[in-house]
């Protein structure tokens, strides 16, 4: 008989139900992709639970009914929903808390810290309601790091069986508000860690204590967080803990990214037939008010508008490339003084650079299949899917050596890496692009060695299958 394994993964969102960033993508395919694993010697029931956003897009919800968790010396309800995806039970959790605010995550902390309090305990009560039993509860960010807390003192106080907790670190920094009153209203005590006092009524840092299983989202981003540069004050917490810590590094939906198939370009085309990319360089190029000259290298910049992601180093580079020959697009929405920055970019240069301020999705994908270069200039990053996407489409990609950047992308073989979080560094390496891109067949050994690795999740899947396996044991 197989081994069952049952996982309560639980994310602040999920595509197709909602998706604001990476995150959306992780939990929309990650679970599923585990889920494939199921063979003869192990069948994974694995079950998504998310905040029954407003803004969540869901048909066929079937209600599942109405529970109460305690709050305050009363109790509060909780509203449970239930669909599937592609034949994996998902759970939507609603509530007042919820409600109150119509967004994903809110610019309002108490906000956000009563609505994520609410959705990680209702979560941990949602598996008694079904008659389902996990064997692990994996929670991704801040937003749920709760539920590994909840779990662990739960365990404590009730002496309930032992549930594994996972926690996945897609981003150290956002470790969430104070909760320290609400967990207290929910009639949660808050224990004695040994993380730094600051760090001891946050979400996040409550999570990874309690865990039984710390997962950064790359092998380099493992490592990173154990160092005072990049460890937000928790590097001396993690590395007392490393022995729990791996990194597994994120995959993109291959499916979904696929120039042959993607019906958002304006011609299909792969790895055998990259002669055709140059008609969605042609398309794009005209699109953007750019002159159509295949010589020409056209850059790109597809980002979130944030210092994190170092867009204004790009600027101050291509600001300073003003007797190069190339032009440039950037794409994204953000911090209002960097989209200003990225339009007076476009004033100064108008033959040379177009700066487009808004989310658009279709767009983003043809630049993924039109420009030469993607400029990837993080000051940290994590894990990265753009330089994934990138190099599956053909798009050269050159980043800063940190993170999932270093892992993905290799050096003179598939992109371009530089070192220092400064302008003139990436300036050396869009330079040098530019001179190989000179070199036609140098220049497609690089798009074809970068098409062909396999950053689907499948890989990642089996990673978090023997995580599981050796926490179940």
Same mark, same amino acid.
């Given at each position: ?49 998310? %905040?029954?956003? %407003? ?163 790359? %092998? ?254």
């Amino acid at each position: 008989m197989p081994k069952t394994i049952n996982v309560l993964f639980l994310a602040a969102e999920a595509d197709p139900f909602v998706k604001v960033g990476g995150l959306g993508d992780v939990a929309g395919s990650l679970p599923q992709a585990i889920r494939a694993l199921s063979n003869d010697d192990v069948k994974l029931d694995i079950r998504l639970v998310l %905040p029954y956003h %407003p803004v969540v897009k869901g048909e066929n919800l079937k209600p599942l009914g109405i529970f109460l968790i305690p709050r305050g010396g009363s109790e509060v309800e909780v509203e449970a929903f239930e669909t599937t995806l592609n034949g994996m039970t998902v759970y939507f959790i609603s509530g007042d808390p919820i409600r109150a605010n119509g967004s994903v995550y809110s610019l309002d902390s108490k906000l956000d810290a009563e609505k994520y309090t609410f959705f990680s305990l209702a979560a941990l009560e949602l598996p008694n309601q079904v008659h389902w039993s996990p064997d692990v509860v994996h929670a991704n960010d801040w937003h749920t790091a709760l539920s590994i807390y909840g779990n662990l003192t739960k365990r404590w106080e009730a002496g309930a069986r032992h549930v594994a907790g996972v926690v996945t670190l897609h981003n150290l920094p956002f470790m969430g508000p104070d909760i320290s009153a609400v967990l207290e209203n929910y009639g949660v005590k808050l224990a004695q860690t040994d993380l730094p006092e600051w760090a001891r009524v946050m979400p996040l840092p409550l999570g990874l204590w309690a865990s039984d299983a710390v997962v950064a989202v790359s %092998p380099s981003y493992a490592n990173e967080v154990l160092t005072e540069e990049f460890g937000c004050g928790l590097n001396a917490f993690l590395q007392f803990r490393r022995e729990t810590l791996s990194g597994i590094l994120n995959g993109i939906d291959t499916d979904s990214f696929d120039p042959a198939t993607d019906t958002s370009i304006a011609v299909n085309y792969d790895i055998n037939s990259l002669e055709k990319r140059a008609e969605n360089k042609g398309m794009l190029q005209d699109k953007l008010g750019l002159a159509n000259d295949p010589n020409i290298p056209l850059l790109a910049i597809i980002s979130r508008m944030d210092v994190q992601k170092g867009v204004d180093l790009a600027f101050t580079a291509l600001k300073s490339m003003k007797n190069v020959n190339f032009q440039a697009v950037i794409l994204g929405t953000g911090d209002p003084k960097l989209e200003n920055a990225a339009l007076e970019l476009q004033t100064a240069f108008p033959e040379k650079i177009k700066a487009i301020t808004r989310f658009d999705a279709a767009l983003a994908r043809q630049i993924y299949a039109g420009a030469d270069m993607l400029l990837m200039p993080s000051r940290y990053e994590p894990c990265g899917l753009a330089q994934m996407i990138a190099m599956r489409y053909g798009c050269v990609p050159i980043a800063r050596a940190v993170g999932g950047l270093n892992d993905t992308v290799k050096h003179n073989r598939t992109g371009f890496v530089f070192e220092k979080a400064h302008h003139m560094s990436l300036m050396g390496a869009v330079k040098t692009g530019i001179k190989v891109y000179a070199n036609r067949e140098q220049w497609q050994n690089l798009q074809r060695a970068g098409m062909a690795q396999d950053f689907s999740w499948e890989a990642s899947a089996q990673e978090y299958l023997k995580l599981y396996q050796s926490l179940v044991k």
